[in-house]
Nanobody, 112 residues
Framework: QVQLVESGGGLVQAGGSLRLSCVAS????????VAWYRQPPGTQRELVAM???????NYADSVKGRFTISKDIANNTAYLQMNSLKPEDTALYFC??????WGRGTQVTVSS
C-alpha cells in the first residue's frame, strides 16, 4: 500500500512559479511510473506529466516547455516544477503512482 500526500500549491500571479511535491509513504522506487494530473473546476481530470520507469517523460501539450516532472527515489518524493504559470493552469493537482494510488490533491490558483 502506498499513500501519497501532495503539497506546494497556492495562489500565484501569472508568470510565476510553483513546485509541487508528492511524498509517498511507501517506496515509489524506480519500477513505478509517477504522474501528475489536474482537475480544473467543473471539468474532468487530465494528465499533466508522467515519468516512466525508464525515466522517459511525457507532458500535455499545454504545459510542454513550462513544467518539469522529476522523482527522488531516495526520498520517495515526486516533483512538478511549474514555471510561466497561466490562469488556465488553475486546478486541483493530484499525483499518482502507477495510476493505482492517488493523493488528495493540492490546489493551484493562478491570477491574471
Amino acid at each position: 500500500q502506498v499513500q501519497l500526500v501532495e503539497s506546494g500549491g497556492g495562489l500565484v500571479q501569472a508568470g510565476g512559479s510553483l513546485r509541487l511535491s508528492c511524498v509517498a509513504s511507501g517506496r515509489i522506487g524506480s519500477l513505478n511510473a509517477v504522474a501528475w494530473y489536474r482537475q480544473p473546476p467543473g471539468t474532468q481530470r487530465e494528465l499533466v506529466a508522467m515519468i516512466h520507469t525508464d525515466g522517459r517523460t511525457n507532458y500535455a501539450d499545454s504545459v510542454k516547455g513550462r513544467f518539469t516532472i522529476s522523482k527522488d527515489i531516495a526520498n520517495n518524493t515526486a516533483y512538478l516544477q511549474m514555471n510561466s504559470l497561466k490562469p488556465e493552469d488553475t486546478a486541483l493537482y493530484f499525483c499518482t503512482v502507477n495510476g493505482i494510488f492517488w493523493g488528495r490533491g493540492t490546489q493551484v490558483t493562478v491570477s491574471s
